[in-house]
């Protein structure tokens, strides 16, 4: 079919995700159509190198021949399996018992489901089961982070404190509360980051103390934000939110939709500080995007108070139709054995300090205020000022232009709308592939600062 005709037809019929509609209609989609290792190709033949995994999901690469006949075999073999009635398939119960495995000992138990949203929908609803369970049914308050993302289920935006998410959706419930981003390079402590950590701590017994000590239920958190910019808090920051929960007596989930599978070193960033969760929620580099899969992970506890809470024959009544299904569990198998024994992980690593200096090497870069990352996660903040760090005004429209460029140039990454750009390279990046995001993103960066009206807002 025509490009035309298929922009036409999107432009009429097709909603997309997290879009304006009005400025969607205008601008058209640009359809890909094909991909391999790090590139992708659009319908015009124009290849683009991708340094976000198409949405930080990815992780693998495209193209890994391996995850495509283990998904064949699967649907020729038995392309469904209900999880319901107490049926099951082998590849789901494997890659649960190997999830078990690799998380923190803490989580024994794991729910599949098709993506993060529902992970942590289903993580909200099992935590009040919980404690209705365990005859606390006062602990119904939720607390999570300014600028945290945790999708966009019809409980899940509202945990998630970006605005968009909230605007015309009457959101945040009156049982979802924020504290503030952990967030260096906008800390009115300076760079004090033993202070940022105890500033996060006494900001959630602030909080705990205001909404009562005996009614807050969970506190949700990733361990570095994405979608609210890719911040990233100093190390120790997650074990101090872990102890701080105890304290305080609340559950401690954490969201590792994006942090997982390899994105910032190790398979998990919990494992980095020793962190072991109440609950925890993953998709996207599970599946590597390549079928749709997400999971949510509790402890013993947790697991024993919800079967012990339901009168002995009454389900617990949660549950999807893909819930656990077999060709995307057969999958998430796959590429687990890919970050592990096929190397992906060890390139990353391996890869990851490439990524770093090369993000640092731009701060000279008269557009940008700060650069940071941790593994194959990082941004770039682009600032008018670097003294002041003060922001392009939104009228500038410059993070769709920075898209806009890299488009043209052949490069894919986020330019969140606060001048963020945002990375998340595919564990297979090889050092040339490095070379050249940099090299375009550079040219990208002084394209942009050569344009009068943005020369002129510095
Ligand atoms: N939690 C986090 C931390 C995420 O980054 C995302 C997606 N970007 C989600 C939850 C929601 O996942 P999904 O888009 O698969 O529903």
Not at 313 to 335: C, D, F
């Amino acid at each position: 079919m025509q490009n035309s005709t298929l922009v036409a037809l999107d432009r009429s019929h097709l909603i997309h995700p997290v879009t304006s509609f009005r400025g969607h209609e205008q601008q058209g989609v640009a359809i890909l159509q094909s991909a391999r290792g790090a590139y992708l190709t659009d319908r015009h033949g124009h290849e683009l190198l991708d340094a976000f995994s198409g949405l930080w999901c990815v992780n693998t690469g495209y193209g890994q021949d391996s995850i495509v006949r283990v998904a064949a075999e699967q649907m020729t073999r038995l392309p469904y399996a209900t999880g319901y009635f107490s049926y099951g398939s082998e590849p789901a119960i494997l890659l649960a018992a190997k999830l078990v495995a690799l998380t923190p000992a803490s989580l024994q138990h794991v729910y599949f489901t098709l993506g993060g949203s529902d992970a942590v929908d289903a993580a909200v609803r099992y935590i009040t089961h919980y404690y209705n369970s365990l005859g606390q049914p006062f602990k119904k308050q939720f607390i999570s982070l300014e600028r945290g993302y945790h999708g966009s289920s019809s409980v899940g935006a509202g945990l998630t404190a970006l605005s968009n998410f909230h605007l015309n959706f009457d959101l945040p419930l009156p049982n979802q509360h924020y504290i503030a981003s952990p967030y260096p390079y906008r800390n009115p402590l300076g760079n004090d980051n033993a202070a940022l950590i105890q500033g996060s701590v006494q900001a959630l017994r602030d909080k705990v103390a205001q909404l009562g000590a005996d009614n807050v239920a969970a506190f949700f958190c990733e361990p570095i934000q994405g979608s609210g910019g890719v911040i990233v808090p100093p190390v120790g920051w997650l074990k101090a939110m872990e102890t701080a929960c105890r304290e305080l007596d609340i559950l401690f989930v954490v969201d590792e939709v994006i942090t997982g599978f390899g994105r910032t070193g190790p398979l998990f960033a919990c494992e980095a500080e020793n962190v072991q969760p109440d609950l925890m929620t993953m998709a996207k580099g599970l599946t590597a995007g390549y079928a749709p899969m997400g999971a949510v992970m509790m402890s013993d506890r947790l697991y024993n108070t919800i079967a012990d809470g339901a009168a002995r024959e009454a389900v617990v009544g949660h549950g999807q139709t893909y819930s656990a299904h077999p060709v995307s569990a057969a999958i998430g198998l796959e590429v687990l054995r890919l970050y592990h024994e096929g190397g992906l992980l060890a390139n990353g690593m391996a890869q990851a300090p490439h990524f770093e200096q090369g993000l640092r090497e731009l701060l000279a870069h008269p557009l940008v205020g700060d650069a940071r990352s941790r593994g194959l996660l990082g941004a770039l903040e682009l600032v008018a000022d670097k003294a002041s760090k003060r922001r392009f005004e939104p009228s500038l429209k410059l993070s769709e232009r920075i898209a806009a460029a890299a488009y043209r140039r052949g490069l894919v990454f986020r330019a969140f709308g606060d001048n963020i750009l945002g990375f998340a390279p595919a564990l297979s990046y090889t050092s040339g592939e490095f070379e050249l995001l940099f090299s375009r993103l550079r040219k990208i960066l002084d394209e942009v600062l050569e344009q009068p009206d943005v020369r002129s807002a510095l």
